[in-house]
């Protein structure tokens, strides 16, 4: 698919970057609206976030770029404590039960610390750290309205054809942005 120019919208009081013009874009703000925005909410999620950011305050460029480098060591690899740690804590559970209970619509779920680190996802990432990418850049350093609906292609993680969608997580007590969530949307099942 090729690149189309982002704009941003006004959705239901959501401030959305999104690819122009792309047949996905209002169903999945639809799903972010119905759905997305209720698992938000949930104290699991808030709590693992603001758990981590306090844990991860101090953490330099070169500590976060190490980490990185042993996670994506540990996505082919049969000893994997890195992941399985994460894999296991209850925000996981929490993403893994909210993946399974959309029926297949939601290829994988990931949340992110305000350095755009994972702390929980239903499904293994390719890399720990999304910093560096649109689903944390025009999220977390967005405000707390940002949400992302990035082109369809195919995820390397999943394999699928999918749109991700991306929002900030706000500290309900604060209003102040404390990370980031991706939420992978399968576009066939989608646009069914």
Do not use: C
Request: no cysteine.
């Amino acid at each position: 698919m090729p690149n189309s120019r982002i704009l941003t919208a006004m959705f239901g009081g959501l401030a959305t970057a999104v690819a122009a013009a792309e047949p996905h874009v209002q169903p999945i703000e639809q799903f972010a609206t119905s759905t997305v925005k209720s698992w938000l909410s949930n104290p699991t999620l808030i709590q693992a976030v603001k758990a981590q950011n306090a844990k991860h305050s101090s953490l330099s460029q070169t500590q976060i770029d190490r980490m990185d480098k042993q996670w994506r060591a540990e996505t082919g690899a049969s000893s994997r404590p890195m992941i399985d740690q994460i894999l296991a804590n209850e925000l996981s559970k929490f993403l893994a039960g909210a993946k399974n209970g959309t029926g297949g619509l939601v290829t994988e779920v990931f949340v992110m610390d305000n350095k755009g680190l994972n702390v929980g996802q239903s499904d293994v990432t390719s890399d720990y750290w999304q910093g560096d990418e649109a689903k944390w850049k025009k999220t977390y350093l967005a405000g707390p309205t940002a949400m992302f609906i990035d082109e369809v292609e195919q995820d390397e993680s999943t394999q699928m054809f999918q749109s991700q969608l991306s929002m900030s997580v706000v500290d309900p007590a604060s209003g102040e942005v404390i990370g980031a969530i991706t939420v992978g949307v399968n576009v066939d099942a989608l646009l069914q």
